[in-house]
């Protein structure tokens, strides 16, 4: 890996000197040199090229001396590190560079294999900085893919010999689908479709997300949430309420001139439910979610609920008509249910 260092120094011949000296490293890009001849060049040589690792600089200059250039580097360029090089008896410029937060120093005339092993312990910080940097980012980015709940199960000690475990759970699952939503995407530019879903779908996730629910996936202009724990089905019944209500307030002036009012359809079901990793490991590709009978109705309710409806069954009604005012709607018969059910309507 090429470590790039900024040799700051007003001495004309430090520049050929560096090259000669450096020559082979220089050769096998171990190592690749830049110069400037005052702080003020250093700046803008870092502005120039941002991925410099190493700043190697005098402290007397003209122009911009190389203590004030310590003071700017933090703004400049955070993840260079800086070696000063500066006289024997000059301690305590040495000392306000330290406290200004100079990683190391050399001191002149410069003995450079001091010089070779201090670049090298520099460079293995910066690549150590720069490592930990892309981990959060790529931690940050990860959250925005994976669920919260799924996080958390990584991180326990062993998490790798549980991927395939699984347990009973006792939850409620709502679905929710934005209404004729595949019909606009048909005749709408597609980053105006992305976008007004991404809206959508961030209005529906913080109300499920107050209720102390998680996403368990995204399906199209769909989303499935899974309530777990103490109350999970009248918190659920809660979420869709306000859900409904967020989403259906919106009002869209589209690119063709013609306004959008979203409508949502809800399904809500209670019950036991298999939790586990559920996927292909030959594709490497699992997701920790929930199946079972009660998932299976609650997706079946929302593809029969109309727009703006939160649809529940009968049993789900029993549990939660003391909190929550509800409209018997009619029998339907659902896919692998061999009697009818009757369904009702969540009003407020």
């Known amino acids: 890996m ?8 007003d001495e004309a011949d430090l520049e050929l000197l560096i090259k000669q000296k450096f020559r082979r490293k220089i050769r096998e890009g171990t ?12 700046l803008a040589r870092l502005h120039e090229f941002p991925d410099i690792d190493i700043v190697l600089s005098d402290i007397n200059m003209p122009v911009m001396d190389g203590l004030t250039l310590l003071t700017k580097l933090a703004t400049a360029n955070p993840l260079v590190k800086t070696v000063m090089v500066s006289a024997y008896g000059d301690m305590e410029n040495i000392r306000t ?42 931690n940050n980015i990860l959250r925005m893919y994976v669920d919260e709940t799924v996080l958390n199960f990584m991180a326990r000690p062993g998490f790798e010999n549980t991927l395939t475990a699984s347990e009973s759970v006792s939850a409620t699952v709502l679905f929710i689908d934005v209404c004729g939503f595949t019909a606009l995407a048909e005749v709408l530019p ?19 997300i107050a209720q102390g629910g998680h996403v368990d996936k995204f399906i ?35 690119s063709d001139g013609g306004t959008y ?81 009757n369904i009702y309507e969540v009003i407020s």
């Not at 190592?31 to 250093?42: I, V």
């Not at 976008?195 to 961030?202: C, K, V």
């Not at 724990?229 to 309420?241: F, G, Q």
């Not at 399904?267 to 030959?282: K, T």
């Open 2 to 9: 090429k470590t790039k260092i900024l040799v700051v120094d």
């Open 97 to 138: 560079a330290m406290n200004r937060g100079a990683f190391d120093f050399v001191c002149k005339p410069v003995d450079f294999t001091d010089l070779d092993l201090t670049i090298d312990k520099t460079a293995a910080h910066v690549a150590q900085l720069r490592q930990t940097l892309r981990a959060i980012q790529e």
């Open 220 to 254: 199209g202009d769909a989303i499935m949430a899974v309530f777990r724990d103490e109350y999970h089905l009248d918190r659920a019944v809660d979420a869709a309420l306000a859900v409904r209500t967020a989403v259906q307030a919106n009002q869209t002036t589209l």
């Open 31 to 42: 190592y690749e040199f830049w110069f400037a001849h005052n702080g003020e060049e250093a």
């Open 261 to 341: 009012r979203p409508e949502l359809s809800i399904g809500i079901n209670s019950g036991e439910m298999v939790s586990g990793n559920i996927g292909s490991a030959s594709l490497k590709r699992f997701d920790y979610t929930v199946i079972g009978d009660a998932v299976n109705v609650s997706q079946r309710l929302q593809s029969i609920a109309q727009p703006g409806q939160i649809i529940i069954t009968e049993t789900v009604y029993q549990l939660v008509k003391e909190s929550f005012q509800c409209l018997r709607l009619r029998e339907v018969s659902l896919k692998h249910k061999v009697l009818p059910v």
């Open 190 to 208: 597609p980053a105006e479709v992305v976008q007004l879903l991404n809206t959508y779908f961030d209005q529906a996730v913080k109300e499920i």
